[in-house]
């Protein structure tokens, strides 16, 4: 055991957050691209990777759910976090002395209305915590970065002003996860089961295959397509349920769903965190 968990971006990435809120016990390591973050546990250099999937303003993170059945990785939990957007800028800079600032492209328009009140110009960075590093080398006082509080305390900048996101619900999902599949927990928020299928060539093919879980009152929290190997024609979808394979009506629902797909694949068993309700 390497005792260290995967997340992609620099550290103070909200990714590097997650990790400390989630495996406080564990040491972050940071990784470039998703896919590395899957090398690194897939090699042996970490234990667990963290991914985030989705944003409640952005929504979707982009790609992550390809690259999930391919990872031969499985989800072991579920974690969220609040984000909290920073601008922050080098020690002894004003707010009134930033004129423009870089962020990840994901978070600029999070925070539109504080920029254009400001009239501050924007640059989309690759990272935003690689942005904040970028920052406290170049010493531009002109130039701020929006990231995390954790960001600012790694590379030495202040925090100008705090939570400057146009909705104070912005909550990012992750997933940890582990090379071992664990189906033997049960969680005290109930449990979560994702999985990835693709239905038959046949008319109504989707309609038929959520029918069973309608008919076995099994609720489905998500429900996500996108498109195997650049075809029109080949869609995968990837769900999340409530529920365990070994409730009855969760294997019922799922023996229903065989009936329509060419193949069913499950990600993970999981406990829902507390942080979704």
Known sequence: MTNHIA????????????????????IPLPCRTFEDVIDAVRGGQA???????????????????SLLPRSGLHIIDEAFVRVEICLMGVPGARLDDIRHVRAHMVLLPQARTFLRTRGITTEAAADSAGAAAVLAREGNRQIGVMASAVAAGIYGLEVLAQGIEDQDTNTTRFLIMSPQADHSRRGDHGMLTS??????????????????????????????????????????????IEGHPDDANVRLALEELDYFTTNTEILGVYPADAGRY
Do not use: W
């Open 7 to 26: 997340f992609q971006g620099e550290l103070g990435a909200y990714s590097h957050e997650a990790c400390q809120k989630a495996r406080p016990e564990m």
């Open 47 to 65: 234990d667990l990777a963290m991914l985030p999937v989705e944003n409640s303003t952005y929504g979707r993170v982009a790609d992550i759910h």
């Open 195 to 240: 999985f990835v299928f693709e239905v038959r060539n046949i008319p109504a093919a989707l309609y038929k295959a959520m029918g069973g879980f309608a008919t076995n009152g099994v609720n489905m929290t998500k429900l996500e397509s996108y498109m195997v190997g650049g075809s029109f024609t080949a869609t995968q979808f990837y769900a999340d």
